[in-house]
């Protein structure tokens, strides 16, 4: 099936670290999405972005959190300044069309904060 | 408040018997339900998909019965083998493009 990539696939940081996580969603797709899971736990949406733009976020998107997708390049969720509740599994999807229901889910990027 | 309930948390089968998990959820609007299954340290994968128009969806051993009137929905089973066990979430969302709302899953183990 289609494939969304994500890089890294784990980061550690220091509390008040910058990080960005990266992905690269499926050529054809134009939603995308960064949704956020706690071990053993649900996903839970954190945004979505369509032509350029976000189109709604969840609480969990704090100030502290941006997205963008420079020129077609990679989807990217940054966390600036990190807090120890960020420490999670970080999963973009992507799905094709505005009719487009099917999210594909990437393999996710594990973040440790200290 | 949980807007996409799942029961039970987990769940226990046989090789070959059928496993039932149950889902309902609150936004009347919502008109699409994946379910996606969920290996450890792996990512979820969309397992199957209904929506309202529908009350009934199969794939192979798998099946979603769908009641909008009560708002509940459930995925069948069948013939369960050892490699189903997996974590499984029930989704929903009310237009293409939207954020999916969770279920809190289902565990599900097949003994052989």
């Known amino acids: 099936g289609p494939k969304v990539l994500q890089i890294p696939s784990h980061q550690i940081i220091d509390m008040g670290q910058m990080v960005t996580l990266n992905c690269d969603p499926v050529?054809?797709?134009?939603?995308f999405y960064w949704y956020k899971q706690i071990l053993g736990q649900q996903m839970e949406f954190l945004v979505n972005f369509y032509n350029g733009k976000v189109m709604e976020k969840s609480k969990l998107f704090k100030d502290q959190f941006s997205v963008e997708r420079p020129d077609g390049s990679y989807f990217t969720l940054k966390i600036q300044p990190t807090a120890l509740e960020d420490s999670a599994v970080y999963f973009c999807a992507s799905s094709p069309t505005g009719q487009g229901y099917e999210q594909y889910f990437g393999p996710g990027t594990r973040l440790t904060v200290l | 408040q949980q807007q996409v309930r799942q029961s039970p948390q987990s769940l226990t089968v046989w090789e070959g018997e059928t496993a039932i998990l149950n889902c309902s959820y609150e936004?009347?609007?919502?008109?699409?339900f994946p379910w996606y299954w969920q290996f450890p340290r792996e990512s979820p994968a969309l397992l199957i998909a209904i929506r309202p128009v529908s009350n009934k969806k199969e794939d192979g051993r798998f099946t979603i019965f769908f009641n909008k009137r009560e708002k509940k929905l459930s995925l069948h089973i069948t013939d369960s083998q050892p490699g189903d066990s997996a974590t499984y979430f029930c989704a929903a969302s009310d237009q293409g493009g939207r954020a999916l709302i969770f279920g809190t899953g289902t565990t599900v183990s097949v003994s052989p």
């Open positions: 936004d009347s609007t919502f008109d699409y």
């Open positions: 050529s054809n797709h134009l939603y």
